[in-house]
C-alpha cells in the first residue's frame, strides 16, 4: 500500500543520517470517557493540531501490510501512572485507538496514520498494560448478505 509523505519525511528516510525524530501519537478513546487520553513517544509534551499529547513511555509494534489479513499490532504502555489501568477497569466494550506517525519538528503535520484499531485482550500487571490492537474483520463476512429464498422474496418464485 502506498502513502503519501511530505517531501521532508522522505528525504529523512533515505539519508544516510538524518536529525529528524518521528513521534508516535496514540489518542485512546471510547464512550464512556469523558475525553480522549493522548500520549506521546517522544519523552516530552508534544502539541499536535491543538491537542496535548502527554509524554508517556510506550512501544508499539506497527501493523504490516500484508493482502488479505487485517493489520494487527501490539501495544505495551508502562503502567506509571493510574490512568491506563483505571480507564481500562472502567470502560464496557474495547477502546478505540488511533496512532499516527509525526516529525518532531513538524508535529501538525501527520505522516503515517493507522485509524480504527481496537484495543483488545488488554492485560495489566504493576509493570506494563499490554493488548492487542485489531481493525474488525470484514472478509469473513457472507456475500450477499441476504439470501434470496421463497420465505424472503415470495415474489421472484
Known sequence: M???VSAELKAAI???ETNEEFVVLLTLNHADLSSAIRVN????ELISRSNTFLAFPFSITLPDDVDGQPPRAKLTIDNIDRIIVQTIRTI???PSVL???VRKAAPDTV???FP???LTGASYNQNTVEGDLTVEEFMGEPYPARVFSPADFPALF
Do not use: H, Q, W
Not at 513517544?41 to 516530552?44: F, T
Open 2 to 4: 502506498s502513502r503519501n
Open 14 to 16: 533515505y539519508a544516510p
Open 41 to 44: 513517544s517522544s519523552g516530552a
Open 92 to 94: 464496557s466494550s474495547a
Open 99 to 101: 496512532v499516527e506517525i
Open 111 to 113: 505522516e503515517a496514520s
Open 116 to 118: 480504527d484499531f481496537k
